[in-house]
């Protein structure tokens, strides 16, 4: 009869802490949401989350507000989501950089696949190899050749250490033989103001990103970082074409929450995020940007989770035998 008694209990209490869980489900968003975005203002990410954060506010009738907060290879602002509550009203827009990479040499206080729950892949992309304007060479053989024969190693702007584009470079060391000097950035976009100012001679960036500074002759592209040529720039080959073959990177950015959040909040997020990237006004906004849309069924948080898993279990093995780790 007691062992019963407490059995009810148990159910009762399991029940009423899940009536306040269900309500500010049901009743969620009666507030504005905070996306963290963990690189500076102006960089890639932080263009992608404005544009549909805009949007996603209108979907939901309520403010969604950018908040960026950058350093350590985007850690930093992944960390502060994980600190939040598991209530939707925080949100994490990041990217291979800071879900992949910089989790691999940075001491974090979360678990990044643990501690977060998946709501959408929004968008891939490519890196781009740039180099400042006035470097003496057009294309990557003549590049590789000065580098080899400049005993001054080139200085090579990253987006933070075990970032996508400091990794990529150690691999081209690897396979090329020459030296370069690296020099980490907080985010992409100061990096990009000191190779278009000549401060830096090259770089590895998001394409979107960079194209413009290309297409303006500030900047030198030696092509993109992928496996088949970029659409958003189809004349820029690829370092496979070049000769350069094994150098593909990959690069995409999703959408979580904090892990416990309640399953109806994240399917409407997912909702949300479904009919945002549908919007043709949205599509060709990020497609200018040179942002690609995944497929319908990519974008769910089934589809990012195994994705984000995928491209965990591929680039912490090669991090950790570059032993690449932050100072």
Do not use: C
């Not at 800071?98 to 890196?127: G, Q, R």
């Not at 740039?130 to 590049?143: V, Y």
Request: charged content about 15%.
């Amino acid at each position: 009869m007691i062992a019963r008694s407490l059995i009810f209990l148990g159910l009762a209490t399991a029940l009423v802490a899940a009536v306040p869980r269900a309500a500010a489900a049901e009743t969620w968003p009666n507030h504005p949401i905070t996306m963290v975005v963990p690189f500076p203002a102006g960089g890639p990410t932080d263009g992608l989350g404005r544009i549909i954060a805009e949007r996603m506010g209108r979907a939901l009738g309520q403010s969604i507000i950018v908040d960026n907060v950058s350093g350590a290879g985007g850690t930093l602002g992944v960390a502060k989501v994980a600190r939040a509550p598991a209530d939707g009203y925080t949100l994490s827009i990041a990217q291979t950089t800071s879900n992949v990479f910089s989790v691999a040499v940075y001491n974090v206080p979360y678990d990044v696949l643990a501690d977060f729950e998946p709501v959408a892949l929004l968008s891939t992309s490519a890196l781009m190899m740039i180099g400042r304007a006035d470097l003496p060479t057009s294309n990557l053989r003549e590049l590789i050749a000065s580098l080899k024969a400049n005993p001054q190693p080139a200085s090579y702007g990253t987006v933070g250490v075990g970032s996508p584009g400091h990794v990529w470079a150690h691999q081209f060391e690897t396979l090329t033989g020459v030296r370069v000097q690296l020099i980490p950035y907080r985010g992409a976009a100061p990096a990009m103001q000191d190779l278009v100012a000549g401060r830096i001679d090259l770089s590895g960036l998001e394409a979107s990103s960079s194209l413009p500074y290309v297409q303006g002759g500030k900047i030198k592209a030696f092509g993109v970082l992928t496996q088949s040529r970029w659409p958003g720039a189809p004349d820029i080959p690829t370092l496979d074409e070049q000769g350069l073959p094994g150098l593909a990177m990959p690069y995409w950015t999703g959408l979580w929450g904090k892990k416990g959040t309640p399953p109806e909040i994240v399917a409407k997020l997912n909702a949300v995020v479904v009919e945002t990237m549908a919007d043709p006004a949205i599509t060709k906004r990020l497609t200018d940007l040179g942002q690609q849309i995944p497929p319908h069924d990519q974008q769910t948080p089934q589809a990012l989770d195994a994705l984000h898993r995928a491209a965990i279990e591929k680039w912490w093995p090669i991090i950790r035998a570059a032993n690449i780790k932050a100072d």
